[in-house]
């Protein structure tokens, strides 16, 4: 073959590679957009707990028996709740985060998830926690599967709406969920949160809705519970690590 043959191939050689590369690079912005990203901001406004309250008097006669029944709502230890409203934007950006386009959400859709895991989530391999991840996370974070307040019992029910996790579909109904109080009342329509696994971790994801009304009747977009530590020792306590999804 003559050196001019070899030139007329080489520009269509090239230009193949390029679609290839072009392609890559498409397929590779689109997979990155579709996960779930860190907050740039975390903001605590309140904390809330429990008033401490002085002790119940009684002040009976001696010689006496007293059939005494008691009554008491106890602020649950080995769980704690994450409440507020999200912002942010949809954007083109670079890997500096430099934006070349962005649009405001106002109404927020999507998720919020949580996870103990401090090295990043396999989200193409999220699916529906079944109860052998839950006894595992039970045990890792020292609880008790008999527990009334366990995991699987807290989480005992399939109510929820379906979602994507990135690329991946929930289907409705198909994972371990529970809904939080509205107005200081069960319900089921607001406020689902499901117990998901990425294979090796745990990850929580509560449903963003648009300014509902939450526990204490105050305007929210999410409320989430996460467990905390299972041991009587309550100065020990499990960070998470939080991921948000826009739509």
């Known amino acids: 073959m003559d050196n001019h043959s070899m030139d007329n191939h080489q520009p269509h050689h090239h230009l193949k590679a390029a679609i290839v590369f072009m392609i890559a690079l498409a397929l590779l912005a689109s997979a990155e957009a579709q996960q ?21 008097l009684a002040n009976t006669s001696g010689g006496s028996i007293t059939v005494m029944n008691l009554n008491v709502t106890y602020q649950n230890p080995r769980w704690k709740a994450y409440v507020g409203n999200i912002s942010g934007k949809l954007a083109l950006i670079d890997a500096q985060n430099k934006s070349l386009y962005d649009w405001t959400v106002s109404t927020p859709e999507g998720e919020l998830y ?34 009334t307040d366990s995991i699987n019992a807290t989480f005992n029910r399939t109510v929820h709406r379906q979602f994507y996790a990135g690329n991946v579909l929930i289907t409705g109904n198909s994972c371990p969920s529970t809904t939080l109080n ?35 009747n105050l305007t929210y977009d999410y409320q989430m519970i996460l467990p905390d530590s299972g041991l009587e020792d309550t100065s020990v306590t499990i960070p998470y690590y939080f991921y948000v999804e826009l739509i």
């Open 36 to 56: 779930p990203r860190a907050p740039h901001t975390m903001d605590n406004v309140t904390l809330y707990g429990a008033n401490v309250s002085f002790g119940g």
């Open 114 to 147: 949580a996870t103990r895991n401090d090295s990043m989530i396999s989200w193409d391999a999220i699916t529906c926690a079944n109860y052998t991840n839950i006894f595992d996370e039970e045990a890792a974070i020292n609880f008790s599967h008999g527990w």
């Open 182 to 216: 509205v107005n200081d009342t069960a319900q089921d329509e607001y406020f689902q949160e499901l117990v998901l696994n990425d294979g090796s971790h745990i990850v929580y994801s509560t449903l963003i809705e648009q300014g509902v009304p939450g526990f204490n």
